[in-house]
């Protein structure tokens, strides 16, 4: 497997006082959701403006230092950090697992933010910077699909390899298991990538919504590609990248998410090159921020 990079990078406001809590076995979390929006072109040359959410958590030691620096709601920060897979048996029966952003450092900016209030009681920054990198194997042979409106999708499964010593200096290794969504030009130039190549993906992180057929509220974490580049293993799939101009629409609630089918427009021949933008998916900005694991279990390190 390709040696993995994992980095986010978030500029936004804390949606609402952070928390600090502690596991069973003793364990600080520092929790706090960071919220801005992007603002992106649409398909008619208006702007949009793309609300985002992401909760963001430290652990251990540093948990309490965070803590003591008395950030609060509307705070403006900066977040590094990268993603975080986790997985657990939920009360009801079955697995369920998330994707959220593990912080390495939180740092309040100098500045006061212009706030948006949310439905939901809460405050996002009204602009900010919402960035993610990675490399990693793709874990399946990706399909290319079009909605029913014409646009080219491909949605691609990463796994992300972190190492890292433990106290007892001994070498751990955990796999990340991330979402990534291609769209238009982009999905159509890489739709020839196979399973295990090893690929970076540039983007940006976003949230989805939907209710399952139990009905039941799920919501998942994902990156949407503006950039993707195929490595070195054979496959001559090339290099796309969408530019920050090309147009984007934000669907009005969750129930509307992109539902591709196999028929639909024609797929581009010849150039690798996407020269157009991405088109977001369905957000549901207010709903499922507090759709996480038990506060009971432990989370990994």
Partial sequence: MARGMNHVYLIGALARDPELRYTPSGVAVFEATVAGEDHVIGNDGRERKLPWYHRVSIL??????????????GDAVMVEGGLE????????????????????????????????????????????????????????????RYTPAGDAVLGIGLAVNETWNDRQGQKQEKTHWIDVTLWRDLAESMKDLK??????????????AWTD?????????????????????????????????????QTASSSARPQPTAAGA?????????????????????QGLDDFPPEEEDLPF
């Fill in 60 to 73: 251990g030691k540093p948990a309490e230092w965070q803590a003591e620096k008395g950030l609060k709601g």
């Fill in 85 to 144: 897979y986790s997985q657990w048996e939920a009360p009801e029966g079955g697995k369920r697992s998330m994707v959220r952003v593990k912080a390495g450092r939180i740092e309040q900016l100098g500045y006061a933010p212009e706030l948006v209030q949310d439905a939901g009681g809460g405050v996002r920054m009204g602009s900010g910077m919402n960035e993610v990198v990675v490399i990693g194997n793709v874990t399946r042979d990706p399909e290319l």
């Fill in 195 to 208: 399973k295990g190549d090893p690929v970076l993906v540039q983007g940006r992180l976003v949230n989805e």
């Fill in 213 to 249: 057929r139990e009905g039941q509220k799920r919501n998942s974490t994902k990156v949407e590609a503006t950039r993707v580049e195929a490595l070195s293993r054979g496959a001559a799939t090339g290099s796309a990248a969408a530019t920050p101009a090309g147009p984007r629409t």
């Fill in 266 to 286: 024609s797929r581009a021949q010849g150039s690798r090159a996407a020269t157009t933008g991405t088109r977001s998916g369905g957000l549901d900005i207010d």
